[in-house]
């Protein structure tokens, strides 16, 4: 069972066998959310995979836990953290004697080549640069030489309204890097940056799919991301 549906794709794409249950539901925003009690006894009773040891998921119980990073609740979408992961997943269902059947060397081939094509969709922002409402994507954008000038929602503060100050100085960005774009998440609120575009019709609005679907791989959840990033330029 996965916390979240992107460690689910991680997963379909190193072991297309695996089954895997996601507990935030698709198309759900993980900082408001609900467990069913069928699910928390089911918890109580598997291993659950999880991105961090961070508070929304501390209530948990389950029989076993494992964590693809502690250190970034939005590895997922770095391809190089995923290349880095995948041995690791693989060594310790073995450990545990889960079946397995992945194929890493396979798994991490796939990665490498969605490391190059993100890379190369990323190119052409390094001189415009984008204003965010959501962190997820901020620490990707600036590995790869993207000018993140600001993200709406500070800090850990996930879906709280940005301040009329915060928004007047989005506007002031805007005017002086007219060419950048506006980053909003599929799994948040963009009434803010809707307002930003509406005060500002050049900037670009991009809504991108940090989560995906419980289903698909990670390389297709990527893939649909990668697309949609070309298609804004």
Same mark, same amino acid.
Request: hydrophobic fraction near 40%; glycine fraction near 4%.
């Given at each position: 069972?996965?916390?979240?549906?992107?460690?689910?794709?991680?997963?379909?794409?190193?072991? #297309?066998?695996?089954?895997?249950?996601? &507990?935030?539901?698709?198309?759900?925003?993980?900082?408001?959310?609900?467990?069913?009690?069928?699910?928390?006894?089911?918890?109580? #009773? *598997?291993? $659950?995979?999880?991105?961090?040891?961070?508070?929304?998921?501390?209530? @948990? /119980?389950?029989?076993?836990?494992?964590?693809?990073? /502690? +250190? =970034?609740?939005?590895?997922?979408?770095?391809?190089?953290?995923?290349?880095?992961?995948?041995?690791? !997943?693989?060594?310790?269902?073995?450990?545990?004697?889960? @079946?397995?059947?992945?194929? $890493?060397?396979?798994? %991490?081939?796939?990665?490498? #080549? &969605? %490391?190059?094509?993100?890379? %190369?969709? @990323?190119?052409?922002?390094?001189?415009?640069? $984008?204003?965010?409402?959501?962190?997820?994507?901020?620490?990707?954008?600036?590995?790869?030489? !993207?000018?993140?000038?600001? !993200?709406?929602?500070?800090?850990?503060?996930?879906? #709280?309204?940005?301040?009329?100050?915060?928004?007047?100085?989005?506007?002031?960005?805007?005017?002086?890097?007219?060419?950048?774009?506006?980053?909003? +998440?599929?799994?948040?609120?963009? =009434?803010?940056?809707?307002?930003?575009?509406?005060?500002?019709?050049?900037?670009?609005?991009?809504?991108?799919? *940090?989560?995906? +679907?419980?289903? %698909? *791989?990670?390389?297709?959840?990527?893939?649909?991301?990668?697309?949609?990033?070309?298609?804004?330029?």
């Amino acid at each position: 069972m996965a916390t979240l549906p992107p460690l689910a794709s991680v997963m379909h794409m190193l072991d #297309k066998n695996m089954q895997v249950q996601c &507990i935030l539901g698709n198309n759900s925003d993980p900082h408001h959310m609900s467990i069913s009690p069928q699910q928390f006894e089911a918890i109580k #009773k *598997t291993l $659950v995979l999880r991105t961090t040891e961070d508070k929304y998921w501390k209530f @948990l /119980r389950p029989k076993s836990a494992f964590y693809f990073w /502690r +250190d =970034d609740p939005h590895a997922w979408l770095h391809p190089e953290k995923v290349h880095k992961v995948l041995p690791e !997943v693989a060594a310790y269902f073995k450990q545990e004697k889960i @079946l397995f059947q992945g194929d $890493v060397i396979a798994a %991490q081939e796939r990665v490498l #080549k &969605i %490391q190059k094509q993100l890379a %190369q969709a @990323l190119d052409p922002l390094k001189t415009k640069g $984008v204003i965010m409402q959501h962190g997820a994507w901020l620490s990707v954008f600036e590995a790869y030489g !993207v000018p993140v000038r600001l !993200v709406l929602e500070k800090g850990n503060h996930h879906g #709280k309204r940005a301040s009329p100050k915060r928004l007047q100085t989005a506007l002031d960005l805007i005017d002086l890097h007219p060419d950048m774009l506006l980053i909003g +998440d599929k799994q948040h609120d963009t =009434d803010a940056l809707q307002w930003l575009k509406s005060k500002r019709p050049q900037s670009p609005l991009l809504i991108l799919d *940090t989560l995906g +679907d419980c289903q %698909q *791989t990670w390389d297709a959840l990527m893939q649909e991301n990668i697309s949609l990033i070309k298609g804004s330029l």
